[in-house]
């Protein structure tokens, strides 16, 4: 069956550091990926997606790029700031097509001090 | 617009007892999931709803159960409530759209205790 496995956190970094949360995943087909964050208090959120391989995801400084070959997504931000302290999910979804149901790793816990 | 939407916020209830949870899916989406988020966990697929039937189910047992009405709103059913279906409950709509990629949005989900 599907399966992510995500980087255990917590991470901890100081304001405009280097982020890198790992994700690697098990599928079977031709998953699409996903980083979803989940801020204190609200619900998750996308914030971004790769539908295919070598495909590069990006949002408000983040980027993840589909690796067929290494079956990983790491999420990546050059200078964090401490408003993306949040829960971080890598997740897998069926590619394409209606029945789409996601797959969640357990979550990274980032926390950015000023 | 409104997003998605869940009630109650918060719930408790005893071992033994049954619960029904609701969403209200964003507009103009047709196809509501749920997902069962346990604590410091990711979130579990449950099952999914399209034109009021279930179309997918995840490895949960039948005292889940759903439900979902021509206006596409959705409830979540728990019968015989165990201490370990403590958790956040996640409610998702997405638009069904053949042949793409049909984006979940979530929404603040419900917080259920079991005592």
């Known amino acids: 069956g599907n399966s992510v496995t995500q980087m255990e956190g917590p991470v901890t970094l100081s304001e405009e550091a280097f982020l890198t949360i790992n994700c690697t995943y098990t599928?079977?087909?031709?998953?699409?990926l996903f980083w979803y964050v989940q801020y204190p208090g609200e619900g998750l959120q996308l914030l971004l997606k790769a539908t295919k391989a070598d495909d590069k995801g990006s949002n408000k400084g983040f980027e993840a790029t589909y690796r067929k070959e290494t079956t990983s997504f790491h999420l990546e931000k050059g200078s964090v700031q401490v408003s993306d302290s949040a829960v971080y999910f890598c997740a897998l979804g069926t590619s394409g097509g209606s029945n789409y149901k996601l797959t969640f790793g357990k979550g990274t816990l980032l926390t950015v001090n000023p | 617009d409104a997003g998605v939407t869940q009630s109650p916020t918060h719930l408790i209830k005893t071992r033994g007892q049954q619960v029904t949870l609701r969403c209200s899916p964003k507009?103009?989406?047709?196809?509501v999931s749920w997902y069962q988020q346990a604590l410091g966990q990711g979130p579990q697929f449950i099952f999914q709803y399209y034109e009021e039937e279930e179309r997918q189910r995840g490895n949960f047992p039948d005292r889940f159960s759903g439900h979902q009405f021509p206006n596409y709103s959705s409830e979540l059913n728990v019968n015989a409530l165990l201490l370990g279906d403590s958790a956040l409950y996640l409610c998702?709509?997405?638009?069904?759209?053949?042949?793409?990629?049909?984006?979940?949005?979530f929404g603040p989900g419900t917080r259920l205790t079991v005592l």
């Open positions: 507009s103009g989406h047709d196809t």
């Open positions: 998702a709509s997405s638009l069904e759209l053949t042949g793409s990629y049909n984006e979940q949005f």
């Open positions: 599928a079977t087909g031709y998953p699409s």
